[in-house]
């Protein structure tokens, strides 16, 4: 059989942010037919890549290309206020034709503009079907989208053009535990060239490779999700082992060093009393001596040679263990005493329609669940008096710190040190700096601008600055916090947050991660709040 061509290929490509900030130096890879999941630890510019095959970026050096039409959903999905659905999907001129032909108006530049679509119109409401939208008429203005359905009608516009390569960033984001499942079925039954950048093991487990971006090389794994984890652990264990033999072989080298010098050592002692005894004549004794030394000088080489030597390979050995980086916080000090309120909501009706009444003692822990576009974000943002409710009332009794799914609460044009100092006047630049280490900000990177980060050191820069702010949060909201996180910095969040001690409100489809926060309370909102079974 031949091997298929590949529909994407880039060759030496080399891209550094303004800030000099090197990304790719030297970049090359060809993906193939079928569906890859592009994976890496965050900032390893996944996104970056993507970017660059979309054309969205142009690199310093090397250069993309690709067969047939390129489709591209990007991580933060952004549709022009004020369009129709129908524009969103690209479609609306052919509809406009389509309707000019059937009322009377067969002109050329109709029949043009129609092409081979005359069932346009019925795919794309399939499309909007499948994918969860059956209610969303073409017709609809898209300003009251909620983010998920926002995600869906440009998943939607790609899939409807059938691209030869379509690229998804974190596509998952946003959506419902429904729309997720709409999703698997629409990759698993993709036939072209996909790439896939997510921390859903789910989607992962539907690719037929894996490409792991880690260093500014790309590494490939036939298979799914899992079977790149079993080979990675194959790979760990033989690296460890590699790893415990060079260190022995370290510590060998260093003993003969050692037992040889110690040698050497003592012959000389011996040269020199004979010499001072008189037991040798003077030209024997300096010639031993002179021999003793040119043989000193030699074997001292040798065993030098010989650590040098081991130390590389252990060094090399070293490289290969994976010691991936996650961020560590460590949350404030910020426990509320059992049974006090720190959040009451009274007959509040939000913008979205929902009725809720809510009374929030500490530290409860509660999951906030529900469709797209149920009011889960509105509710939130209700909560922090970003949105202002129909009627009723909210009522915060601690400090509250919201973290947003868009993340849009720093400024772009200032470095991450500058955006902590502004919500903690009163730390000094060594405490902050000190702090945002933990988040994996070190040296040159805490000066990094917040608009050259990726997603996921966006959210470690936004997360920090809510948790370093003063007074510390004794309520947190989070909203959709994994969306731009990669697997090992899921675990980690999840492990930080369960041992906050304040009260906690997170909005998420991701129902693994929920279920590692030890929770107390499950909510769904739809018309109203309702307490359901742990999912």
């Not at 004020?82 to 032909?101: Q, S």
């Not at 079907?129 to 790609?158: M, N, T």
């Not at 948790?467 to 909201?477: C, G, M, N, S, T």
């Amino acid at each position: 059989m031949p091997t298929p061509s590949p529909a994407v290929v880039c060759s030496g490509l080399a891209f550094a942010w303004p800030d000099g900030t090197p990304v790719f130096t030297d970049l090359s890879l060809a993906i193939g037919p079928g569906r890859t999941g592009l994976i890496g630890t965050n900032g390893s510019g996944k996104s970056t890549l993507l970017r660059l095959i979309a054309g969205e970026l142009r690199p310093a050096r090397g250069s993309v290309t690709m067969t047939g039409e390129l489709g591209y959903v990007p991580q933060n999905v952004t549709l022009t206020a004020g369009v129709r659905v129908d524009e969103a999907l690209g479609i609306a001129p052919i509809l406009r034709a389509l309707n000019a032909i059937e009322a009377g108006n067969p002109s050329e530049e109709n029949f043009a503009l129609v092409g081979g679509d005359w069932d346009v119109e019925e795919r794309a409401r399939a499309t909007l079907d499948r994918l969860g939208l059956e209610q969303v008429p073409l017709d609809r203005r898209i300003d009251d989208l909620s983010g998920g359905e926002s995600v869906l009608l440009c998943l939607a516009a790609r899939f409807l053009r059938r691209p030869g390569v379509l690229l998804l960033d974190e596509p998952t984001n946003n959506l419902d535990l429904g729309a997720r499942h709409r999703l698997y079925d629409a990759v698993s039954s993709w036939k072209a060239a996909m790439v896939i950048v997510s921390h859903d093991r789910e989607l992962l487990g539907l690719v037929d490779q894996i490409a792991e971006l880690r260093g500014g090389e790309v590494r490939w794994y036939g298979g799914n999700l899992a079977d790149y984890e079993d080979a990675v652990a194959v790979e760990q264990e033989a690296a460890e082992r590699t790893v415990r033999a060079a260190e022995s072989d370290v510590r060998r080298q260093k003993r003969e060093l050692t037992e040889a010098q110690t040698k050497l050592d003592r012959r000389a002692r011996y040269g020199r009393k004979a010499q001072e005894s008189g037991s040798l004549p003077k030209m024997v004794a300096g010639a031993r001596k002179r021999q003793a030394q040119v043989t000193a000088g030699r074997d001292r080489a040798t065993h030098l040679d010989r650590l040098d030597e081991a130390s590389r390979r252990l060094a090399a050995a070293e490289e290969a263990v994976r010691d991936d980086a996650e961020i560590r916080v460590d949350l404030p000090e910020t426990s509320v005493p059992a049974g006090r309120t720190v959040l009451t909501l009274s007959d509040l009706e939000i913008a979205c329609g929902a009725r809720v009444r809510l009374i929030v003692r500490g530290p409860e822990r509660i999951a906030l669940t529900g469709r797209n576009g149920a009011g889960k974000t509105t509710l939130l943002r209700t909560i922090v008096g970003e949105v202002s409710p129909v009627s009723g009332e909210a009522k915060a009794a601690v400090p509250v710190r919201y973290l947003p799914q868009r993340l849009d609460i720093l400024d772009p044009e200032l470095t991450v040190v500058q955006n902590v100092a502004r919500s903690a006047p009163a730390a000094t630049g060594n405490q902050i700096r000190a702090q945002l280490a933990r988040f994996l900000f070190r040296g040159r990177r805490a000066d990094q601008r917040v608009g050259t980060l990726s997603g996921g050191e966006l959210f470690r820069a936004v997360l920090a600055t809510l948790l370093l702010a003063e007074p510390a949060p004794q309520l947190l909201l989070l909203d959709e916090p994994t969306n731009s996180l990669d697997m090992a910095s899921v675990r980690q969040l999840a492990g930080a947050l369960r041992s906050y001690q304040g009260a906690l409100i997170v909005a998420s489809h991701d129902v693994p991660f929920l279920r590692d926060l030890g929770l107390t309370r499950w909510l769904r909102i739809d018309r109203e709040l309702t307490d359901i079974d742990p999912l």
